[in-house]
């Protein structure tokens, strides 16, 4: 069964406190791993693509990075304004079409 | 572009009641997506469709009807509504015909009594 492990659940970081979140996945023949931000009462937005091992993406404070068995966001210096949910995601497997997500972590930043 | 849209924001249903959520994408994107999202359960698919006509299952799609008619229009059909479809729904589009660089929509909050 296609799964996808997300950790910590729950992290809270004063600003500036540089930190990683993990996604885990069991997938085989991965298609692509994808990271989303979601704020309270939104729906999620979009911000990384990864499709091979070794790859990384960077966006302000975060850069994603990928490997085998697993994908990391790394949020540098984080600011107040980082703070949401972050969603991975991974195709199901024999499909492109079907996502599979993980619960979240819920990032804190605080002054 | 408004990008993804979606109505009601808010709805309260009683159990046995049907409706339609709307939704609706003016990016010309072929490929679009119903998610249903509960606390501790994460995103979970309930139907998909990769072009006006097509439509298929994704992991939950048992009390959901939906259909395709127009690449604007998404509408997802609940048949009898139960306390168990209780839950925020997530529409969502995407420009590369595949599932993963999706653009979601606010969402409708539901509540089945």
């Known amino acids: 069964e296609d799964q996808v492990t997300q950790s910590p659940e729950a992290l809270r970081l004063q600003e500036g406190e540089s930190s990683s979140l993990n996604c885990s996945y069991t997938v085989s023949g991965l298609r692509g791993l994808f990271w989303y931000r979601q704020d309270p009462g939104k729906g999620p937005e979009f911000l990384f693509t990864?499709?091979?091992a070794g790859e990384e993406k960077e966006k302000e404070r975060l850069k994603a990075t990928l490997t085998k068995k697993e994908s990391f966001l790394h949020i540098t210096a984080p600011k107040p304004e980082d703070s949401a949910t972050y969603l991975c995601a991974v195709p199901m497997r024999g499909t492109a079409s079907k996502l599979t997500f993980g619960t979240g972590t819920r990032l804190q930043v605080t002054l | 572009n408004a990008g993804v849209t979606q109505t009601p924001k808010f709805q309260v249903l009683k159990t046995g009641q049907s409706m339609t959520l709307q939704c609706a994408q003016d990016m010309n994107h072929e490929y679009m997506s119903w998610y249903r999202q509960d606390p501790g359960m994460g995103l979970r698919l309930i139907h998909y469709?990769?072009?006006?006509?097509?439509?298929d299952q994704g992991e939950v799609p048992n009390g959901y009807n939906v259909s395709r008619s127009t690449t604007e229009d998404f509408p997802l059909r609940l048949l009898s509504a139960a306390p168990s479809q209780t839950s925020v729904y997530f529409c969502a589009s995407s420009s590369t015909g595949s599932s993963g660089e999706q653009y979601f929509g606010p969402g409708t909050r539901l509540t089945v009594t």
């Open positions: 469709s990769v072009g006006a006509g097509i439509t």
């Open positions: 990864l499709y091979s």
